[in-house]
C-alpha cells in the first residue's frame, strides 16, 4: 500500500508517518523497476508497527525508547520476562510523574487559598 493508505489505515497523518520512517522506525520499500516517482510500498506488518509506535506513544514512551523498543520486539531479542520489565519500567515513571503532578497541584490549590485570603 501507499502512505496514503498506511495513513488512512493507521489514522497517523503522512508528514508523522514520514517523520517516523525517517527517525528509523520503519521503511518502506521501492520498486526498483519504476524509474518516474519515489513511492514507496507498505507492507500489513507496517501497519503493526505503527500500530505499536501510537500505543507506546500514548503509553508515555519517547521515540529513542520506541525505536530500540521496535527493533529488540521485532528481531525476538526480547524474551517475555524482559517485555514485562519494559513495560513495568514505564509504569514505575508514571507513577513518578503522577506524584510529581499531585503536588504541583496541591501547591497550586494552596496558593489559591492564600490569594483568596489576602496572603498573597
Do not use: H
Not at 502512505?3 to 503522512?14: A, Q
Not at 487559598?113 to 496572603?119: F, N, Y
Request: glycine share 6%; hydrophobic share 35%; charged share 30%.
Amino acid at each position: 500500500m501507499l502512505i496514503n493508505e498506511l495513513s488512512k489505515r493507521t489514522g497517523v497523518p503522512i508528514a508523522t508517518l514520514r517523520y517516523y520512517e525517517n527517525y528509523g522506525l520503519f521503511k518502506g520499500t521501492v520498486n526498483e523497476k519504476v524509474k518516474t516517482n519515489n513511492y514507496k510500498d507498505y507492507d500489513e506488518s507496517i501497519v503493526q508497527k505503527v500500530e505499536m509506535i501510537k500505543g507506546t506513544k500514548d503509553g508515555g514512551f519517547t521515540l529513542a525508547e520506541i525505536k530500540k523498543l521496535l527493533d529488540s520486539w521485532y528481531n525476538k531479542r526480547l524474551s517475555v520476562t524482559k517485555k514485562v520489565e519494559v513495560v513495568t519500567n514505564k509504569i514505575n515513571e508514571i507513577d513518578i510523574k503522577i506524584q510529581q503532578l499531585q503536588d504541583v497541584r496541591k501547591l497550586l490549590a494552596d496558593c489559591i487559598v492564600d490569594i483568596e485570603d489576602g496572603g498573597c
